[in-house]
């Protein structure tokens, strides 16, 4: 259970997205994560297309969210935000991958409360 007297810590982290499976947020050991905001931009003059996966630690699987999405050029989209969150624990991952190499950003912001039993 996570200790929530003990705070939490804020971050972002900004991915250029590759062609292969790229991980985009990793849950740090011992923590659990709330996904505040995922928002991918393509700031290219053609639409591309992306996919996202969601790692889960336990039960060590993979499970595709989103499929080859087009994503129109010169745009962005949100796809969790703060009224819509996601939940992550230790060790779980964001996986995004796009069409083209680096023609889409991820943009994740996430609050990291300190869990021991994880």
Known sequence: MPIIDQGSKFNTIITAVGT????????????????KNLMLTNANASAR???IKIFQKTPNTTTTIITSHSL????????FTATVPLFLAAEDKIIISASHASSIVSTISVEEFYDPSR
Do not use: L, Q, R
């Open 49 to 51: 297309t992306f996919t």
């Open 20 to 35: 292969g499976d790229t991980d985009c947020y990793v849950v740090p050991a011992n923590h659990t994560t709330v996904i």
């Open 72 to 79: 129109a050029a010169i745009t962005s989209i949100n796809i």
